[in-house]
């Protein structure tokens, strides 16, 4: 099995992705917090139809975090998780640490305005600047053609979308689908907190967007429905609901009725452990 080159200075990061350009490779880039699950693999398989080169990167961005947040004990296993990328047919992984990434004097933050309010945005004030910015940045080091994120973070998603279209950054980004349990479950770096107990009711995330998306099949347009029946399988399994609601797929904004794609997306709590998942309608 090839090794994965391990990178852990910007500098060197981008000589690597400017040799790689002068050599005319395209590079595909999965950005990451680390504890690799499959999801995160599905993303680098996806890479590889994007570039002769895959670059990954592994950071636990402290800005995303907010301050009672479980940036301290985020799952770590950096040897782990290059066996999993050389497996996967990654050339290249940048590891910062966080004073490579935030060296003394930094002032600039990106701030995605209307697209990170609501959802996640409000219930985690400062995340999606946090997001923005490490992800601007990484773009700046990494120089890739191509970036490759999960719909399973669908607000991120769309903030780096709408980031890269207003700073005109020259990288494609490609949304991919999310990968899950066999019992539904979406897989997260987040699922290894779960007990067994609460790793059972868990499901019930995927079970009430499900039962939305069937009623959405069945015809029902109105958002207050399809987003109250997701709840009621929801709200009786976890320990608190964040939020469940019906959003437009593009702009994520609220919507009353489905006329366009749209989005069910839920957050919520079981035990200290906050997990999310969404479901595109159709
Ligand atoms: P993270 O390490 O959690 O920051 O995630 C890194 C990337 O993997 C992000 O683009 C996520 O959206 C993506 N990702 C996380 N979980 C999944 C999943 N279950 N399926 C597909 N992509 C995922």
Redesign the pocket.
Known sequence: MSSVQVIKSPAAMSAWSEAARARGERIAF???????????L??LAAARAHGERVALSIFVNPTQFGPNEDLARYPRDLAGDLAKAAAAGTDVAFVPAVPDMYPPGAQTVVEVREVSQGLCGDRRPGHFAGVATVVCKLFGIVRPHVA??????FQ??AVVRRMVADLSLPVAVVG?????EPDGL????RNVYLSPAERARAVAVFRGLSAARERFRAGERRAEILAEVALTDIAAAVDRVDYVEVRDADSLRPIAHLEQPAVILAAVFLGTTRLIDNMRLP
Request: aromatic share 4%.
């Open positions: 999965v950005p990451t917090m680390g504890a690799l699950h499959a999801g995160h599905s993303l490759l994120f999960g719909e399973k973070d991120q998603l991919c689908p999310t990968l899950r979406a897989m997260s770096s």
